[in-house]
């Protein structure tokens, strides 16, 4: 997480400050039990990338829940921070891969920012996908 | 001369590990990187620039 804060008089610019975070018992989610329609969201929202980076925004842990009703798909995820410039671009992929799956005719996207999203949340193999691409975790 | 005051952030500056080889034997070379969440750092083993994820 990365706040600006000022530095002391706030003569001078500002630095990012990174706060540990805590990841709620059932954080990250990646729809493992998930069955049906809802797996087969899952294993869609797999396929959509960080814009940044090589890895699915599954393993980043910004999905939070999905669930299906009839033909109706409602996804609630979360962005690594409030003001994600990427922001409607991510929406827009979930949006269209909810909506790859049979069943579903028309897929919502939520977007929540509780919890708050931390580092914690990056699952193993999506901290291998970073290293991979030379970030250290 | 004076350096960018933000070099000094007292923001966790610790080693981290070097996604390429492992090594430990790095330095935080600045605390801002090409994004919110990442800083700049150097691998002393393998003389590679890295960023850290936060």
Redesign the interface.
């Known amino acids: ?2 706040t600006n804060a000022p ?1 002391d008089g706030g003569k ?7 706060e540990e975070g805590t990841v709620p018992d059932e954080y990250p989610k990646t729809g493992v039990d998930a069955t049906g329609t809802e797996a087969e969201v899952w294993e869609a929202l797999r396929e959509v990338q960080d814009p ?1 980076m090589p890895v699915s925004i599954v393993d980043l842990g910004l999905i939070y829940d999905v669930s299906v009703d009839d033909d109706h798909c409602t996804v609630e995820m979360t962005l ?2 409030t003001g994600c410039p990427a922001r409607d671009m991510i929406l827009n992929d979930v949006k269209c891969a909810a909506e790859t799956a049979h069943a579903v005719q028309e897929a919502d996207v939520r977007l929540q920012f509780s919890p708050k999203w931390t ?1 914690d949340m990056v699952t193993e193999a999506g901290r291998d996908d ?8 | 001369m004076t350096t960018d005051p933000s070099t000094t952030t007292t923001a966790d500056d610790a080693a981290v590990q070097c996604p390429y080889c492992g090594s430990t034997d790095t330095k935080r070379e600045h605390p801002k990187g090409p994004s919110l969440c990442r800083s700049m750092h150097f691998c002393t083993d393998c003389q590679q620039p890295f960023e850290r994820f936060h």
């Not at chain 1, 001078?12 to 990174?18: E, L, R």
């Not at chain 1, 970073?130 to 975790?137: A, I, M, N």
């Open positions: 997480m990365t530095l001078a610019c500002g630095y990012t400050n990174y940044e690594t921070y580092v970073l290293r991979e691409f030379g970030l250290s975790v």
